[in-house]
């Protein structure tokens, strides 16, 4: 007799109720939320008049961000499906799911803050020994440390990684406005006639019928 796990997609829980057991306790995404925190926030652009819609906290959005151009995911309407596709990326949101509108503003408004916060994250990693931040590669060099205590950068190394980690952050960032302009499909969302289930079920049974009768009448 063939035995099979079950698997139940209607269930109503389908991930850990604890949002860090989402990720693997190597998954980059747990340094970007906690390096995230330790960034001054005050260059950010916000309401500060608590009035109309809640806004999503800058932090947030910053860890956001940097996951995602680390990763490789430019366009804001392709971060806003990560949001719901990545459970990465849904722990940083905390399940929440920020739309494109949102995501590429939040870009505009924050372009020079975003940068300089970029940067810092980035120096982060390399003063614990991190090479690569995703597809950002940091220098090279070793950091002299042991177990207990990571000693800091001199700053004129400092002063020279900065320089380089800002040119790769522009290119991020020019990549980003490239991506939102493009706005290509990803080939991940489905054309609005067909998103319905009930629709997607009987398109399905359609063709599932004419490759049959192809077969048959082979």
């Known amino acids: ?20 057991d989402w990720v693997a306790d190597d998954d980059l995404a747990h340094f970007i939320v906690e390096a995230a925190e330790r960034i001054d926030m005050h260059a950010f652009h916000i309401s500060r008049t608590g ?6 906290h800058p932090r947030m959005m910053l860890a ?9 995911i430019f366009s804001s309407r392709k971060i806003e499906q990560a949001s719901w596709r990545n459970v990465s990326v849904r722990f940083i ?61 001199r700053y004129d190394r400092i002063e020279q990684l900065r320089a380089k980690l800002e040119a790769d952050i ?28 009930q629709n997607l079920k009987d398109k399905l049974d359609i063709a599932a019928k004419r490759f049959e009768e192809a ?3 082979a």
């Open 1 to 20: 007799m063939t035995n099979f796990r079950s698997y139940d997609r209607s269930q109503r829980l389908l991930l850990p109720p604890d949002l860090k």
């Open 51 to 56: 009035s109309g819609k809640a806004q999503y």
């Open 64 to 72: 956001l961000l940097v996951y995602c151009y680390a990763c490789g």
């Open 93 to 153: 949101t905390a399940d929440t799911h920020p739309d494109h509108d949102t995501i590429a503003k939040f870009r505009r408004d924050n372009g020079d803050a975003f940068q300089v916060a970029f940067g810092q994250i980035l120096l982060l990693a390399k003063e614990l020994g991190l090479l690569k931040v995703g597809m950002v590669s940091i220098d090279g060099t070793k950091i002299d440390a042991n177990a207990s205590k990571i000693k800091s950068l």
């Open 170 to 197: 522009a290119d991020l960032m020019a990549q980003a406005a490239t991506a939102d302009q493009a706005d290509d499909p990803d080939g991940l969302s489905l054309p609005d006639e067909i998103t319905r289930r």
């Open 215 to 217: 077969a048959q009448s």
